[in-house]
């Protein structure tokens, strides 16, 4: 069965420093997300990616994130700077339009020391 | 933005016991999804409803989108089902899923 995977699995990282958490969605998806969750709190939206571009964030989607999908299989997640804040476990997902069912990877939880 | 709540918040069972779970949205939806997340985080897709009725083993769930819920149930619960449950809903206008507040469930023997 068709799987979004997500690498890696868990990150340490410095406060300050810059990480970039990787995607690989469904193959025949088109529309992509990220979603993250601090520990104890629901999923929250980060942003949707479609044709090559960003169709959709949300108010934390600042300017120390980015999205990229740098080949035709991988979509990446960049945090620049990160902050104790940042911690949090990180959900890509995909689907093949956008109001049919997403289905989610296994995460990748972040924590900024 | 859309209201999604959960209930109950936390649920104890004993196993072989049934439940409901409930999920209420302020607004009209377009998709709605149910998940539940395993003690090791990932989200593991349940049921994609936004109407009707659907079943899957020990687990159905129905969506009454003019009234703005939908209803997980879990029949003869295992230990295996332990988690967090979410709904997640889409609205028309853009392509995020809103996720629910989550009902905390724990099966014990």
């Known amino acids: 069965e068709p799987e979004v995977t997500q690498t890696p699995s868990h990150q340490v990282t410095q406060m300050g420093q810059e990480v970039i958490l990787r995607c690989v969605p469904i193959s025949n998806h088109l529309y992509f997300y990220w979603y993250r969750q601090i520990l104890g709190q629901k999923v929250e939206f980060l942003v949707s990616?479609?044709?090559?571009?960003?169709?959709?964030k949300s108010e934390i989607f600042d300017d120390q994130f980015s999205v990229e999908r740098p080949d035709g299989s991988n979509f990446t997640l960049k945090i620049r700077s990160t902050k104790l804040e940042d911690s949090a476990m990180y959900f890509c997902?995909?689907?093949?339009?956008?109001?049919?069912?997403?289905?989610f990877g296994q995460g990748t939880r972040l924590t900024v020391v | 933005g859309i209201q999604v709540e959960q209930s109950p918040p936390d649920l104890i069972l004993q196993e072989g016991a049934n439940s409901t779970l409930r999920c209420n949205f302020s607004d009209s939806v377009n998709n709605l999804q149910w998940f539940h997340q395993n003690p090791w985080g990932q989200l593991i897709n349940l049921f994609y409803?936004?109407?009707g009725t659907k079943q899957n083993g020990r687990l159905s769930a129905t969506t009454v989108a003019t009234e703005r819920y939908s209803l997980l149930y879990i029949s003869s619960s295992q230990t295996t089902d332990s988690g967090v449950y979410f709904c997640?809903?889409?609205?028309?206008?853009?392509?995020?899923?809103?996720f629910g507040t989550g009902t905390q469930l724990k099966v014990e023997l």
């Open positions: 409803i936004p109407s």
């Open positions: 990616f479609y044709n090559n571009e960003i169709s959709e």
């Open positions: 997902a995909s689907s093949s339009d956008s109001v049919t069912e997403a289905f």
């Open positions: 997640a809903v889409h609205t028309g206008g853009g392509n995020k899923l809103t």
